[in-house]
Nanobody, 115 residues
Framework: QVHLVESGGGLVQAGGSLRLSCAAA????????MGWYRQAPGKQRELVAR???????YYADSVTGRFTISRDNAKNTVYLQMNSLKPEDTAVYYC?????????WGQGTQVTVSS
């Protein structure tokens, strides 16, 4: 089992930046994929960015060029650097760990971007 805790959300003006962190209670070295998802009110949860154990990354079209996902295996932490934020980025952001034992979610952190 993987216990995940997100942090770093908050209120920011359009054009600003935030860095989200996802701390795991155990080593993430062997976890196949770590990802960030988001869910806006009235919308389905969507994949924002993902990083594999080998370091390969994937980004949704809507965030490509603005967001960067990274992982620090020594700190058991995955980050999402979000730049040039837009009001449409407003959502609850969730961390996900996709491991051999299953898929695990954090509790989410709210990101609000004002115009």
């Amino acid at each position: 089992q993987v216990h995940l805790v997100e942090s770093g959300g908050g209120l920011v003006q359009a054009g600003g930046s935030l860095r989200l962190s996802c701390a795991a209670a155990r080593s993430i070295f062997s976890i196949n994929r770590m990802g960030w998802y988001r869910q806006a009110p009235g919308k389905q949860r969507e994949l924002v960015a993902r990083i594999t154990s080998g370091g390969s990354t994937y980004y949704a079209d809507s965030v490509t060029g603005r967001f960067t996902i990274s992982r620090d295996n020594a700190k058991n932490t995955v980050y999402l650097q979000m730049n040039s934020l837009k009001p449409e980025d407003t959502a609850v952001y969730y961390c996900n760990a996709d491991s051999a034992s299953g898929s695990y979610w954090g509790q989410g952190t709210q990101v609000t971007v004002s115009s």
